[in-house]
């Protein structure tokens, strides 16, 4: 073994490395070019030609495929198609699975008997897929009539009676043509299934079908994910477009649809409409005359064009409702118009539909929320009109699959009423209460800018960083809200005897509990047994046609049932009202109030006045219930209580001080004289520094930066962040934090603040160079110090692969196995021993 390896080793080795760096890098060039350069180009193009509505736009083609115009716009909304095509290719093959593993409805399997016809989606309670609990009309069946116990309702099995007869005129007329020519010898088109696809006789990884395995295959995958993006556009696209266009045209709403701003959109959907009703024309036509297999692929696209519709209402129209509703009954509170919304739509009508939709689906998915919070305190049974997203045999896709189209209808409409309702109760009334008793307070101020000292980025990152983190974590507010509608619930049924219904009867749980799930478990043996050879399907109908919510309590029944639920009815609106009523002014007053001391009488927006007064009322919540909880183990542990919190708080205080406050102002100071200042300001000019905004930009930076640590490798500084975590607020180290992390990441920062400094202002001006050269010395010398580091970490990372360039060249040419072989070889002298023997090569 030489000491040092001979320079041509070295040489051929680096040559080697580098010619391999230059392979792979034109590999992954090649492949980046493909997958973001002709994939999304190609798409992009070929959906701008068959949308320009011109035969010379087909005939150019090849030449607009090669043209360089607009080429990064061009790649961006090719993306965009792109992803919209492997979407659309996803929920096709997931839908198929749904279909194959779920069942198909009764009216396309027809093949197969009718599955328990008679109870067929018998506990269907129709609540949307709506993202939210949606209203349903149907009810649960009657529980038995024991021990002086009623039902929910007992005129449920007579409207399910009446839904299921029309459902199976609708759904089971081709049942008994089936059964009539079930031996006509067209066996064959009857066991064949249009859902059966081919699947890829090779299985491919990401890395392979990617091309990052460093073979050519990809170039294949490229063509065909060029053909398939054509053919989806074609498919998907381009047809659904031009037969709802030609279709408006025809009925002229052609100008209607054009002053909507979403031409587009409303024609393609439009269109998808028309194909649905012409499938099911077809699918009519094809059961006349016997067509099996045509029947059943018409079937099949109306399933799936009957889904796409129906998901879009679900999360696209009916969040959108939402939102303009909320909208429209929250003028007032903004002293805005309707001629004010229906600007700012004229102006960007997308942002503004899209905002609304957002808005919607926050509205949706709090009122779900609340739905599943109040299930856990009410008894089982209580809310049989509301779906129960919790319940594991929910499938929404399953339903819209197999529920005909005037269930959803039906339920679409509730859904509006009653959540438009809500609205008007929360929101609407409120507003026109508050205007008249306080008629100073509304409306709100959502300006855009503000007169303060006070920077809206700075009020957005403390709302951010501070405000909602202790909110979200650290809030119990689902505890408090839970114990709040137990409390409400509790004394609701005591005053209107309806105790037993809300909450149910606690002595005679524990009695009926074993009776309940014998016959829970006699349900299922009867109706959730699938026959031998049904698979999933059958399970699925199954489930369908279970009678019974499932966990349902019995409960006893007052006099005048009635009047008490319309009274407890009643009594929620109320208490719907005064808590809307605290929530809209209390935290809005309160913040008010405690910002006028910082601002002055400068005005602020609203958000940071309410997420104000809502931390406040938060902290005093919170400090009442914790001395709430303190006072039954008597004075002298309050006592004890409040000097370790009074200390914790100190030390809080303390850290809070150096980490929140002396580390971000230094941290962002640092990055306005390396970023900010050098860009920004010109060497003619004096850069003005702001301490609140610097501190502002440098609570971001340092969160930044922490997530960043806690992701990289370990170190040592990971291992101080991570241990001060784990240590929490309860637990917290003071001399630990300062000794190991305060004082460590202060001196750096300091030593970068100050040497530079030091430089410019007390060495250069020693060397007698000019003004002018002072002046760029001290406002260039900041991002040149950072260039140098920058470049010393660059030739030390070189430095390090090399010495590992060096070891890999050296155990290439003298590593054996696991052992050292000698560079050169004496003649003559053979070893006393014999030679080891040599491992295997790894």
Same mark, same amino acid.
């Given at each position: 073994?030489?000491?040092?390896?001979?320079?041509?080793?070295?040489?051929?080795?680096?040559?080697?490395?580098?010619?391999?760096?230059?392979?792979?890098?034109?590999?992954?060039?090649?492949?980046?070019?493909?997958?973001?350069?002709?994939?999304?180009?190609?798409?992009?193009?070929?959906?701008?030609?068959?949308?320009?509505?011109?035969?010379?736009?087909?005939?150019?083609?090849?030449?607009?495929?090669?043209?360089?115009?607009?080429?990064?716009?061009?790649?961006?909304?090719?993306?965009?198609?792109?992803?919209?095509?492997?979407?659309?290719?996803?929920?096709?093959?997931?839908?198929?699975?749904?279909?194959?593993?779920?069942?198909?409805?009764?009216?396309?399997?027809?093949?197969?008997?009718?599955?328990?016809?008679?109870?067929?989606?018998?506990?269907?309670?129709?609540?949307?897929?709506?993202?939210?609990?949606?209203?349903?009309?149907?009810?649960?069946?009657?529980?038995?009539?024991?021990?002086?116990?009623?039902?929910?309702?007992?005129?449920?099995?007579?409207?399910?009676?009446?839904?299921?007869?029309?459902?199976?005129?609708?759904?089971?007329?081709?049942?008994?043509?089936?059964?009539?020519?079930?031996?006509?010898?067209?066996?064959?088109?009857?066991?064949?299934?249009?859902?059966?696809?081919?699947?890829?006789?090779?299985?491919?990884?990401?890395?392979?079908?990617?091309?990052?395995?460093?073979?050519?295959?990809?170039?294949?995958?490229?063509?065909?994910?060029?053909?398939?993006?054509?053919?989806?556009?074609?498919?998907?696209?381009?047809?659904?477009?031009?037969?709802?266009?030609?279709?408006?045209?025809?009925?002229?709403?052609?100008?209607?649809?054009?002053?909507?701003?979403?031409?587009?959109?409303?024609?393609?959907?439009?269109?998808?409409?028309?194909?649905?009703?012409?499938?099911?024309?077809?699918?009519?036509?094809?059961?006349?005359?016997?067509?099996?297999?045509?029947?059943?692929?018409?079937?099949?696209?109306?399933?799936?064009?009957?889904?796409?519709?129906?998901?879009?209402?679900?999360?696209?129209?009916?969040?959108?409702?939402?939102?303009?509703?909320?909208?429209?009954?929250?003028?007032?509170?903004?002293?805005?118009?309707?001629?004010?919304?229906?600007?700012?739509?004229?102006?960007?009508?997308?942002?503004?539909?899209?905002?609304?939709?957002?808005?919607?689906?926050?509205?949706?998915?709090?009122?779900?929320?609340?739905?599943?919070?109040?299930?856990?305190?009410?008894?089982?049974?209580?809310?049989?009109?509301?779906?129960?997203?919790?319940?594991?045999?929910?499938?929404?896709?399953?339903?819209?699959?197999?529920? %005909?189209?005037?269930?959803?209808?039906?339920?679409?409409?509730?859904?509006?009423?009653?959540?438009?309702?809500?609205?008007?109760?929360?929101?609407?009334?409120?507003?026109?209460?508050?205007?008249?008793?306080?008629?100073?307070?509304?409306?709100?101020?959502?300006?855009?800018?503000?007169?303060? %000292?006070?920077?809206?980025?700075?009020?957005?990152?403390?709302?951010?960083?501070?405000?909602?983190?202790?909110?979200?974590?650290?809030?119990?507010?689902?505890?408090?809200?839970?114990?709040?509608?137990?409390?409400?619930?509790?004394?609701?049924?005591?005053?209107?005897?309806?105790?037993?219904?809300?909450?149910?009867?606690?002595?005679?749980?524990?009695?009926?509990?074993?009776?309940?799930?014998?016959?829970?478990?006699?349900?299922?043996?009867?109706?959730?047994?699938?026959?031998?050879?049904?698979?999933?399907?059958?399970?699925?109908?199954?489930?369908?046609?279970?009678?019974?919510?499932?966990?349902?309590?019995?409960?006893?029944?007052?006099?005048?049932?009635?009047?008490?639920?319309?009274?407890?009815?009643?009594?929620?609106?109320?208490?719907?009202?005064?808590?809307?009523?605290?929530?809209?002014?209390?935290?809005?007053?309160?913040?008010?109030?405690?910002?006028?001391?910082?601002?002055?009488?400068?005005?602020?927006?609203?958000?940071?006045?309410?997420?104000?007064?809502?931390?406040?009322?938060?902290?005093?919540?919170?400090?009442?219930?914790?001395?709430?909880?303190?006072?039954?183990?008597?004075?002298?542990?309050?006592?004890?209580?409040?000097?370790?919190?009074?200390?914790?708080?100190?030390?809080?205080?303390?850290?809070?001080?150096?980490?929140?406050?002396?580390?971000?102002?230094?941290?962002?100071?640092?990055?306005?004289?390396?970023?900010?200042?050098?860009?920004?300001?010109?060497?003619?000019?004096?850069?003005?520094?702001?301490?609140?905004?610097?501190?502002?930009?440098?609570?971001?930076?340092?969160?930044?930066?922490?997530?960043?640590?806690?992701?990289?490798?370990?170190?040592?500084?990971?291992?101080?962040?991570?241990?001060?975590?784990?240590?929490?607020?309860?637990?917290?180290?003071?001399?630990?934090?300062?000794?190991?992390?305060?004082?460590?990441?202060?001196?750096?920062?300091?030593?970068?603040?100050?040497?530079?400094?030091?430089?410019?202002?007390?060495?250069? %001006?020693?060397?007698?160079?000019?003004?002018?050269?002072?002046?760029?010395?001290?406002?260039?010398?900041?991002?040149?110090?950072?260039?140098?580091?920058?470049?010393?970490?660059?030739?030390?990372?070189?430095?390090?692969?090399?010495?590992?360039?060096?070891?890999?060249?050296?155990?290439?040419?003298?590593?054996?196995?696991?052992?050292?072989?000698?560079?050169?070889?004496?003649?003559?002298?053979?070893?006393?021993?014999?030679?080891?023997?040599?491992?295997?090569?790894?």
């Amino acid at each position: 073994m030489p000491s040092r390896l001979p320079i041509q080793d070295i040489f051929a080795g680096l040559v080697t490395s580098i010619g391999t760096a230059i392979r792979y890098w034109f590999h992954y060039t090649l492949v980046a070019f493909a997958w973001l350069g002709v994939v999304p180009l190609t798409a992009c193009r070929i959906y701008k030609c068959l949308f320009t509505g011109s035969v010379s736009s087909l005939l150019t083609l090849p030449l607009d495929m090669l043209s360089t115009d607009n080429l990064l716009a061009d790649c961006l909304q090719g993306c965009f198609v792109v992803t919209c095509t492997l979407c659309a290719f996803i929920s096709l093959v997931w839908l198929r699975e749904q279909i194959v593993h779920g069942g198909a409805p009764i009216w396309l399997e027809h093949a197969a008997p009718p599955f328990n016809a008679a109870g067929h989606h018998q506990n269907e309670a129709p609540a949307g897929g709506n993202g939210a609990e949606n209203v349903a009309p149907d009810q649960p069946a009657n529980p038995p009539a024991e021990n002086a116990v009623v039902g929910e309702n007992p005129d449920a099995q007579d409207e399910q009676a009446e839904e299921e007869e029309e459902d199976n005129e609708e759904e089971d007329d081709a049942g008994g043509e089936d059964a009539a020519d079930a031996n006509n010898g067209a066996q064959d088109d009857m066991n064949w299934n249009a859902l059966e696809w081919d699947r890829a006789a090779e299985e491919l990884t990401w890395e392979r079908m990617l091309g990052l395995d460093g073979s050519l295959v990809f170039l294949e995958h490229v063509f065909w994910v060029v053909s398939l993006n054509t053919l989806f556009i074609l498919v998907f696209a381009f047809c659904p477009y031009h037969i709802g266009h030609f279709s408006l045209v025809g009925l002229g709403f052609e100008e209607h649809v054009q002053a909507s701003h979403f031409e587009g959109l409303i024609t393609t959907i439009v269109g998808y409409i028309l194909l649905a009703i012409t499938l099911i024309i077809c699918h009519g036509l094809a059961t006349l005359v016997k067509f099996h297999r045509s029947r059943r692929l018409l079937g099949v696209c109306y399933i799936v064009v009957k889904v796409s519709l129906l998901v879009v209402v679900e999360i696209g129209v009916f969040p959108l409702i939402c939102g303009w509703w909320l909208d429209i009954c929250s003028l007032e509170m903004f002293d805005a118009t309707l001629k004010d919304r229906e600007l700012s739509f004229q102006s960007a009508p997308g942002t503004t539909m899209f905002l609304h939709w957002l808005v919607g689906m926050v509205y949706v998915f709090y009122f779900a929320s609340f739905i599943l919070l109040l299930r856990e305190v009410l008894r089982p049974g209580v809310l049989w009109f509301l779906r129960n997203l919790n319940d594991p045999d929910f499938n929404p896709v399953q339903e819209m699959i197999h529920l %005909p189209i005037y269930r959803h209808l039906r339920r679409f409409i509730l859904s509006v009423i009653v959540f438009g309702s809500i609205v008007l109760l929360m929101l609407w009334l409120p507003i026109r209460i508050i205007k008249s008793l306080l008629p100073n307070f509304l409306p709100y101020n959502v300006m855009l800018y503000s007169d303060a %000292p006070v920077s809206e980025l700075s009020l957005e990152l403390l709302l951010l960083q501070v405000v909602l983190p202790a909110l979200l974590e650290q809030g119990h507010t689902r505890q408090w809200l839970k114990g709040l509608v137990r409390a409400w619930t509790v004394t609701a049924g005591y005053l209107l005897d309806l105790h037993s219904y809300l909450l149910g009867d606690q002595e005679e749980n524990e009695n009926s509990a074993n009776q309940q799930v014998n016959n829970n478990q006699h349900a299922r043996n009867n109706n959730a047994i699938p026959v031998v050879g049904e698979g999933l399907h059958a399970a699925h109908q199954a489930i369908l046609q279970q009678g019974g919510p499932v966990g349902f309590q019995p409960y006893r029944r007052p006099l005048n049932f009635p009047l008490r639920i319309f009274l407890l009815i009643v009594f929620m609106c109320i208490t719907l009202l005064i808590a809307s009523l605290i929530c809209l002014t209390l935290p809005v007053f309160a913040g008010r109030w405690l910002m006028s001391f910082w601002t002055g009488t400068a005005k602020i927006h609203e958000l940071y006045t309410a997420a104000c007064g809502l931390y406040v009322c938060w902290l005093t919540i919170r400090a009442v219930t914790v001395l709430v909880a303190w006072m039954p183990q008597g004075r002298r542990v309050i006592f004890q209580k409040v000097k370790e919190w009074s200390l914790m708080i100190m030390k809080t205080l303390i850290v809070a001080v150096l980490l929140a406050g002396v580390v971000p102002l230094l941290l962002g100071l640092l990055f306005e004289l390396v970023i900010v200042a050098p860009l920004r300001v010109p060497l003619d000019q004096t850069p003005l520094f702001y301490p609140w905004q610097d501190w502002a930009l440098g609570v971001l930076h340092a969160k930044i930066i922490a997530a960043i640590t806690l992701m990289g490798p370990q170190w040592w500084l990971k291992t101080v962040i991570e241990q001060v975590y784990a240590n929490g607020i309860r637990n917290i180290d003071l001399h630990y934090i300062i000794r190991k992390l305060a004082a460590p990441v202060i001196s750096v920062l300091l030593l970068s603040l100050c040497v530079p400094y030091v430089i410019a202002s007390g060495v250069v %001006p020693l060397l007698g160079v000019t003004a002018e050269m002072q002046n760029l010395v001290h406002r260039r010398i900041y991002p040149f110090l950072l260039m140098v580091v920058v470049l010393m970490g660059i030739l030390s990372f070189q430095v390090r692969q090399f010495k590992r360039l060096y070891e890999h060249i050296k155990n290439d040419k003298y590593l054996v196995g696991q052992r050292l072989v000698n560079y050169e070889r004496k003649s003559g002298k053979q070893g006393t021993s014999p030679p080891p023997p040599q491992s295997s090569q790894e």
